[in-house]
């Protein structure tokens, strides 16, 4: 291994980082909010609702990342819309993630028995406020794993970014790469800074897990 890759370049790894980091949040509250709103128009009485849900999940999910990222990154400026490679690539992948983050959830609220938005609504509760007091609050701790997995998954999916000059981790690692002509010592160094944010992340899920299973 050439340390002297990671010291000479340590200013290009931590600035990769840190968008990294700075997109991987802004797209997790982003497709947090996004899939919750998804995943109650899945379920919605109100069939329009409930087919916006369904076309965006289903088209969303069966479609390529980096698609998405380009519908963003090359469609807009036809459209008149020009935004850097960090905000289309960030917007996409919210979008993207928002519609697993979506079927999550729906699984959640299916779990929650019936009874309990009957309950809240006799109670004096309008629908909106018992799935948000009632309902909600019991789905995504029912599902804080296949979500924990999902967190995980969108900071390894940020790489994508590197396609569009999104600056993030991968696309300082390829100006590295091309710089010194080291590659595979270069990547392996990518890849132990993608370990320094995931590997937390997946102790903390599974702590997280025990925890809520201890609970019952």
Not at 94 to 99: P, Q, W
Not at 175 to 197: G, H, P, Q, R, S
Request: hydrophobic share 50%; proline share 4%; charged share 10%.
């Amino acid at each position: 291994m050439d340390f002297s890759i990671l010291t000479d370049h340590y200013d290009l790894y931590l600035e990769g980082l840190r968008n990294t980091i700075y997109s991987s949040v802004i797209a997790l509250i982003a497709s947090f909010i996004i899939g919750t709103v998804l995943a109650i128009f899945r379920i919605s009485s109100i069939k329009p609702l409930r087919w916006a849900g369904t076309v965006y999940i289903e088209f969303i999910r069966n479609i390529p990342l980096l698609l998405v990222v380009y519908l963003f990154y090359l469609g807009l400026p036809s459209m008149g819309i020009s935004l850097d490679g960090f905000v289309c690539g960030t917007i996409g992948l919210a979008v993207y993630t928002a519609a697993f983050i979506a079927e999550a959830i729906r699984a959640g609220i299916m779990s929650v028995p019936r009874g309990q938005m009957e309950a809240a609504q006799s109670s004096g509760l309008t629908y909106v406020q018992a799935m948000r007091y009632v309902v909600l609050p019991q789905a995504i701790k029912i599902v804080i794993p296949p979500l924990s997995n999902q967190m995980i998954n969108l900071v390894k999916n940020t790489s994508v970014l590197s396609v569009v000059a999104g600056l993030d981790l991968m696309y300082f690692g390829d100006k590295v790469a091309n710089k010194t002509y080291v590659y595979m010592d270069t990547y392996i160094f990518v890849a132990a800074f993608y370990l320094l944010l995931t590997l937390p992340l997946s102790y903390i899920a599974l702590q997280l897990e025990r925890r809520l299973a201890k609970q019952g």
